[in-house]
């Protein structure tokens, strides 16, 4: 069974940067992977940020980027606002199969 | 943009079939340029992916939950469905139905969700 590891949790100071990051069980993630990056808010449905490794939502803010780093996908926000607590999910693709990762509850603090 | 409607039991008991239907609207649930998915999320734990169909009838299934779950899709009414089988309080979670693009695997959009409780 693939395993899709996150961070458990982080915490950032208002205006700060921080970068969360997937690894797999299955060795270096790479684009084929598509990796997707979703927040999702307390009670809300996820919602897609980052999507084929780089690419941006439509709503997507500036400050979140995504990237492949030291064999791990990655999400960077820079400037943190106060409204980006939430959790981060990522998702793999592995030639039909999906996998998410446990989350990382993100704290602005 | 699309529009993906969950519907179904609220409420199923041990042992029995969970039964779900997503309804789409603003687009074809035949069109090649997407697949369609289910993912749960069980109450305070992260998502879990459960299947694929595509719309030549392609599906993929998570390893842990192929011997029991089964999609399907009806184009006369743009509807894809979900059943699981056998189904525990561990299949308890929201049930989310998706797009997706085929050629960037974007998750495009999103149903609201359904809880499913099973319980007796």
């Known amino acids: 069974q693939i395993v899709v590891t996150q961070e458990p949790s982080l915490t950032v100071s208002p205006g700060g940067t921080v970068t969360l990051t997937c690894a797999s069980s299955t060795g270096a993630v790479t684009s084929g992977n598509y990796p997707s990056w979703f927040q999702q808010k307390p009670g809300r449905v996820p919602r897609t940020l980052i999507y084929s490794t780089t690419n941006k939502d439509s709503w997507t803010p500036a400050r979140f980027s995504g990237s492949l780093l030291g064999g791990k996908a990655a999400l960077t926000l820079s400037g943190v606002q106060p409204e980006d607590e939430a959790d981060y999910y990522c998702l793999f693709y592995y030639g039909g199969a999906w996998f998410f990762g446990g989350g990382t509850k993100l704290t602005v603090l | 943009q699309r529009q993906l409607q969950e519907s179904g039991p609220g409420l199923v008991k041990p042992s029995e079939t969970l039964s779900l239907t997503c309804t789409v609207s603003g687009g074809s649930i035949s069109s090649s340029s997407y697949f369609w998915t289910w993912i749960r999320q069980p109450p305070g734990r992260g998502p879990e992916w459960i299947a694929n169909?595509?719309?030549?009838?392609?599906?993929y299934f998570n390893p842990s939950l192929k011997s029991r779950v089964t999609i399907s899709m009806d184009t006369s009414k743009n509807q894809f469905s979900l059943k699981l089988t056998s189904v525990t309080a561990a299949d308890t979670a929201i049930y989310y139905c998706?797009?997706?693009?085929?050629?960037?695997?974007?998750?495009?959009?999103w149903g609201q969700g359904t809880l499913v409780t099973v319980s007796s």
């Open positions: 998706v797009s997706q693009a085929g050629p960037t695997k974007k998750i495009d959009s």
């Open positions: 169909i595509y719309e030549s009838g392609t599906t």
